[in-house]
């Protein structure tokens, strides 16, 4: 099975299979791909929208938180002056109020306690020169330590922290000291000419701090005029604070926000808390008087990578649409597969159902449907197609002797090299062990049936090599064929296969049309072997005898027993025309055993009467098969009553080569009844004349073609002289076969030949015609001069 021409046969059906699934998967691939693709942009859409989403809340809540923030602040600067304002109405609620007035109410409004950030609260009394004395007598009065002026010295006016509070842990400027000759005089004098409170930083003890001052006239109302402003100063009512405890806790609700407040449009922050996030936004918000708040912030969530949500939704949707896709292109290419797998194994099994395994040609199957498609197409355009019906003759000695294998083996090379020699259009075979059809299709495009036949001849005359055998074989071949139109496919293979038939009977390498007599040659022998299976039973069978003579004194010796079956309709038939059928059924067997008994018979009554011949009898090879053969002669011969040496048996030298050493074996114990045996035909079979030695037989029958042609041949002449020698060297009798004329005779008179039987002599008898010619043997009466042409008998 792994010759060539198989895998080329193979190769191709596989091949067409394999353009199908060059890329099996592709479209599912594309389309899960996009599929992906689709799943990966909505992802990344989603994530971006989440971005833009959160970018937008965190702006949002930047936005709100500086608004909450600025607010909280703006609050914090109107608590600072309503704190002012309050002092203020308690200075005017109360004449001229002692410092130990005011502490009091501070207490008890617990100031300090309700305003954490507070640093120092107090009234800075504004004191003319001319008003220095009463001052320091009032301040006497409340005290028992006496108000001394520092830094001592007279000057145009005075500004005395005359009451106040101060946080225990902070300085508290000395009793009698002039604010206004230090670094706050100034500030004291600018708020006395403004009119409104100023807040402003301010650092003590290296603390920084936010001043809240407020100036307050006489009478509790700001005058309108500057003058007015600077004649009726009374005193300024300050605070400072912390802003750093209020911006901290401010921001304890907003983690990751910052404030800066910046004074007087400066860029650089008086106050800051908080930490900004990097790449903060800012947002400047006026709180009035100079001050600038800035509220430092995330104003945005990042890009798309520092959204959680948004990098959730992006490797969520990726890895979903990479599963989801690799799902579908599974479960889509796994059904495609099974799709696939079981349209190819269709594919097979078809091919299969439809070729021959072994040369992978179209079997009887597809051919015959291939025929029927011929017939048809033919049938319409008006034209002929053609059947080739091949067969290789002996193919079955390739299988015998070389093995299955090898025979195998030969029928490819053989089905390639047939197949090499036909053109394309041509469908080629194989319809049996060793047959071959091929179709013509008919119209101009069909070659010559009778070229086409003579190609594949040729084609097939060359030896073929075969691994194993040792010498080139090769192989003869037979083709029937038939042209035309016919019922039915069958039909035309039919009538090729007749041909065939007749090719092989005409001998090797032939070809032959089929024409309507064969076919009536096929039924009359169709017919025939019906009517055969009945003739033994139905005693249609009856035996002629033909004498055999010594050549010497032209004595009867014996007597061949030949067959001839009395057909009820058509007369007596010579064993030419059924015993090939006989031996097709194995007919033969019970025929060839009916024969030995009729005839050992017949020889008994002939010895009961004193004729002492012996007899005979043609065996045919058929008769080996089963060994039956020697209990038959055993019983004939014991039935009859006759002696073993009565008895010869005709075998053909094809006979024996069948199978030769079961042959020769039965032969040997067949010998051993004292039975001798002649080889019939002999020199038409293939036996080496050598192996003649190690053959059981007696006798040689020099067959009749030789004996008609050495009247003619020196060639024949000079065989028929080698036999004789032959078998004389080897002690056999020898036996001329349809000796016909004079000359013939004269010339095996020559060559010494033992005994002649022909025509010349006696044609085969009936038993009671034979009878008379023992009685009164009928010599051959020679003429003269011309000798007789030959007669033409039977
Ligand atoms: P065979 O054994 O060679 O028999 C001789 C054949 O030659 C006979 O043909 C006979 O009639 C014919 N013959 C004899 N003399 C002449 C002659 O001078 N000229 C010509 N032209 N023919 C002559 P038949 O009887 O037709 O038998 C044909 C063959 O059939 C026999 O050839 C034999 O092989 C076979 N056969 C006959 N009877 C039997 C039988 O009982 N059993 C078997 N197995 N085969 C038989
Ligand atoms: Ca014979
Ligand atoms: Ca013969």
Same mark, same amino acid.
């Given at each position: ?11 191709s ?10 890329h ?5 691939f ?9 799943g990966a ?8 929208a989440?971005?833009?989403s ?6 949002h ?24 304002? =309050? ?7 109360n ?39 009463a ?7 409340t ?48 708020a ?47 605070l400072?604070?912390? %802003? ?5 806790s ?30 903060a ?16 912030? !995330? ?35 796994d ?9 190819d ?35 319409r ?73 003579q ?13 194993? =055998? ?10 029937g ?18 041909a ?45 005898y033909q ?15 030949l ?101 020769v ?24 004349? =050598? ?24 060639e024949?002449?000079?065989?028929? !002289?080698?036999f ?13 076969e ?44 020679? %003429?003269?001069p ?9």
């Open positions: 099975m792994s010759t060539q021409g198989i895998l080329t046969t193979k190769t059906s596989w091949a067409r299979l394999g353009q199908r699934t060059r099996p998967y592709r479209r599912w594309l389309a899960v791909t996009a599929l992906f693709m689709l942009a909505t992802s990344i859409y989603g994530a971006v989440i971005t833009n959160g970018n937008q809340k965190v702006q809540a930047f936005t709100t938180s500086s608004a909450e923030i600025t607010d909280v602040l703006k609050l914090y600067v109107h608590h600072q002056l309503d704190l002012i304002t =309050s002092v203020e109405s308690f200075l005017f609620g004449q001229r109020p002692t410092s130990a007035q005011f502490t009091a109410w501070t207490k008890a409004v617990d100031i300090l306690g309700h305003n954490k950030d507070l640093d120092e609260l107090g009234v800075v009394y504004y004191v003319t020169a001319a008003q220095l004395p001052f320091v007598r009032e301040q006497d009065s005290t028992s330590t006496p108000f001394v002026v520092t830094p001592a010295g007279t000057r145009p006016y005075y500004c005395f922290a005359a009451m106040g509070i101060v946080r225990p842990e902070s300085d508290t400027p000395p009793q009698g000291y002039d604010l206004c000759s230090g670094s706050e005089g100034p500030l004291i004098l600018s006395r000419s403004d009119g409104d409170g100023d807040v402003v930083p301010y650092t003590a003890g290296g603390v920084k701090q936010l001043a809240f001052e407020t100036p307050i006239y006489r009478g509790g109302v700001t005058p309108t005029s500057l003058a007015g402003r600077q004649r009726n100063f009374l005193a300024l009512v300050a400072t604070v912390e %802003p750093k405890i209020i911006l901290a401010t921001l304890e609700n907003y983690p990751h926000m910052a404030v800066n407040l910046r004074f007087n449009g400066t860029t650089k922050p008086v106050f800051t808390s908080g930490v900004a996030p990097k790449g936004a800012r947002i400047a918000v006026s709180l009035g008087d100079g001050w600038t708040v800035d509220v430092l912030g !995330r104003s945005s969530g990042g890009g798309l990578f520092s959204n959680r949500n948004a990098v959730y939704i992006l490797v969520g949707g990726l890895v979903l649409s990479l599963v989801v896709a690799m799902l579908i292109f599974m479960l889509g290419t059904r495609a597969r099974l799709r696939r797998l079981v349209d194994r269709t594919e097979q099994l078809n091919f299969q159902a439809t070729h021959d395994m072994l040369t992978g040609l179209p079997n009887r199957t597809l051919i015959l449907d291939r025929t029927e498609q011929l017939l048809t197409r033919n049938r355009a008006g034209t002929y197609g053609a059947a080739l019906f091949i067969d290789l003759d002996d193919f079955k000695n390739v299988n015998d002797s070389l093995g299955h294998e090898a025979g195998d083996r030969l029928l490819v090379l053989v089905a390639a090299r047939m197949k090499a020699a036909l053109r394309e259009v041509d469908t080629i075979g194989r319809v049996g062990g060793d047959e071959f059809v091929v179709l013509l299709d008919g119209g101009e495009s069909m070659g010559a049936p009778e070229v086409v036949a190609r594949l001849l040729d084609a097939m005359r060359d030896p073929f090599e075969l691994d194993g =055998s040792l010498l080139p074989l090769i192989v003869n071949t037979s083709i064929i038939a042209v035309g139109d016919r019922p039915t496919g069958s039909v035309l293979l039919r009538d090729a296969d007749v065939l038939y007749q090719a092989k009977a005409k001998g090797k390498n032939k070809f032959i049309f089929f024409d309507q007599k064969m076919e009536d040659a096929i039924g009359h022998r169709l017919a025939l072997e019906f009517d055969l299976r009945s003739a033994l039973s139905d005693h249609q069978f009856r035996l002629f004498p055999l003579y010594a050549l010497a004194d032209l004595t009867i010796v014996g007597v061949e027993a067959l001839r079956w009395d057909h009820p309709k058509l007369g007596l038939l010579g064993p030419d025309e059924f015993i090939p059928a006989l031996e097709r059924t194995g007919q033969i067997r019970d025929v060839g055993a009916w024969v030995l008994h009729e005839a050992c018979a017949q020889l008994a009554l002939w010895h009961e009467r004193g004729d002492p011949l012996y007899l005979s009898v043609n065996v045919s090879g058929r008769q080996f098969d089963d060994h039956a053969l020697i209990e038959q002669i055993r019983g004939a011969l014991a039935v009859s009553g006759l002696e073993g040496h009565a008895l010869c048996i005709e075998v053909t030298e094809t006979a024996l080569m069948l199978d030769m050493a079961s042959v074996r039965d032969l040997g114990t067949i010998k051993s009844l004292g039975v001798s045996i002649a080889i019939d035909d002999f020199g038409t079979g293939y036996s080496s004349l =050598s192996s003649l030695r190690e053959l059981p037989v007696d006798c040689i029958k020099i067959d009749q073609s030789f004996v008609s042609s050495i009247t003619t041949s020196e024949s002449m000079a065989v028929v !002289r080698t004789i020698q032959l078998g004389r060297d080897l002690g056999l009798r020898t036996v001329a349809g000796v016909e004329t004079f000359d013939q005779m004269d010339l095996l008179r020559a060559c010494d030949v033992d005994f002649v039987q022909g025509f010349l002599f006696s044609r085969p008898l009936e038993p009671k015609e034979l009878e008379a010619h023992l009685l009164e043997p009928r010599r051959p009466a020679r %003429p003269n011309a000798p007789p042409r030959p007669q033409q008998l039977d």
